[in-house]
């Protein structure tokens, strides 16, 4: 069993920053990738980035390519999320997912577990 926790949600202004991080806990190891995604009201979850633990690839969706940034720290078994010049659309309630088979990063259904999400409000 892995927990998840997240934390650094908040209200932000658009153009700001946020670092948002979940942190692992139980049976980490065999850990293959871990993912932030999010969901707002009325709207289904959605994918926003993702990390290969060993090799360290990224992926992201296009909308955050070039404000967010997702890294990892090995020792501190932490997944973060950077996000810089955030917009109105980005507000949601952000969940971190971990996965130990993940083929494809972008379908939550590849992740085994969840974090309880933290939610980030960024306004106008």
């Known amino acids: 069993q892995v927990e998840l926790v997240e934390s650094g949600g908040g209200l932000v202004q658009a153009g700001g920053s946020l670092r948002l991080s979940c942190a692992a806990s139980?049976?980490?190891?065999?850990?293959?990738?871990m993912g932030w995604f999010r969901q707002a009201p009325g709207k289904e979850r959605e994918f926003v980035a993702a990390?290969?633990?060993?090799?360290?690839?990224?992926y992201y969706k296009d909308s955050v390519k070039g404000r967010f940034t997702i890294s990892n720290d090995n020792d501190k078994n932490t997944v973060y999320l950077q996000m810089n010049s955030p917009k109105p659309e980005d507000t949601a309630v952000y969940y971190c997912?971990?996965?130990?088979?993940?083929?494809?990063?972008?379908?939550?259904?590849?992740?085994?577990?969840w974090g309880l999400g933290t939610q980030v409000t960024v306004s106008s």
């Open positions: 139980g049976r980490t190891s065999g850990r293959h990738a």
């Open positions: 997912a971990a996965g130990r088979e993940v083929a494809v990063v972008f379908h939550p259904g590849q992740y085994n577990y």
């Open positions: 990390i290969r633990w060993t090799s360290t690839t990224t």
